[in-house]
């Protein structure tokens, strides 16, 4: 028979080393089946979010930008943090504006698709996915003095064959890109 699990007891919160984005900390946890206690790091940080746009002529909205983590550009959705006590959804809908210079003509259209935990084993957050159909060009960017973003369209139809090449590879943006698809059937 297979045991129950239980979940870990807290034992202690280590010192937290505060970075621009995340809080890096390492937790003394303790197993209720074993007795043992662990070390468990942990990064603590803000909720995300990430948009399908999609144009009235059917193309999706992407940006194109620098990630220091793989030390490559990389073309992705619009995303960004959510504020603190900020809606997903328009948290969104800011982050489209501000990365892209688009909005959804009919903002009422606009719903979250799907909220997903980018990485459960240390991480805290959650990421949500917001689809913003029927988006037009209303105004400039509005960049935080550290980004750096080209904006570019592709029409959906080259979706499956920019996945497929590469092209479109970062997680939590196939992730949005499957929520999307799933809400179109």
């Not at 750096?148 to 029409?155: A, D, H, K, R, S």
Request: aromatic content about 8%; some cysteine.
């Amino acid at each position: 028979m297979a045991k129950t699990l239980l979940p870990f007891l807290e034992v202690s919160q280590g010192e937290s080393d505060r970075r621009r984005v995340f809080t890096i900390r390492s937790d003394q946890v303790k197993s209720q089946l074993s007795g043992r206690t662990f070390t468990v790091d942990r990064l603590i940080g803000p909720d995300w979010v990430n948009v399908v746009a999609v144009t009235a002529d059917q193309r999706l909205v992407l940006v194109r930008q620098w990630r220091f983590g793989t030390r490559s550009f990389t073309w992705e959705l619009p995303a960004g943090l959510v504020e603190h006590g900020e809606d997903p959804l328009q948290a969104g809908l800011r982050e489209l504006r501000e990365e892209t210079g688009y909005a959804p003509v009919d903002a009422a259209q606009a719903r979250v698709l799907g909220v997903v935990h980018p990485n459960p084993a240390f991480m805290s957050n959650v990421c949500t996915t917001v689809l913003a159909p029927g988006c037009a060009l209303v105004g400039e960017q509005q960049l935080d003095a550290s980004e750096e973003i080209e904006i570019g369209t592709v029409p959906l139809d080259e979706l499956p064959a920019r996945v497929a090449s590469g092209e479109l590879s970062t997680a939590l943006g196939l992730v949005g890109l499957y929520w999307w698809e799933r809400s179109r059937h």
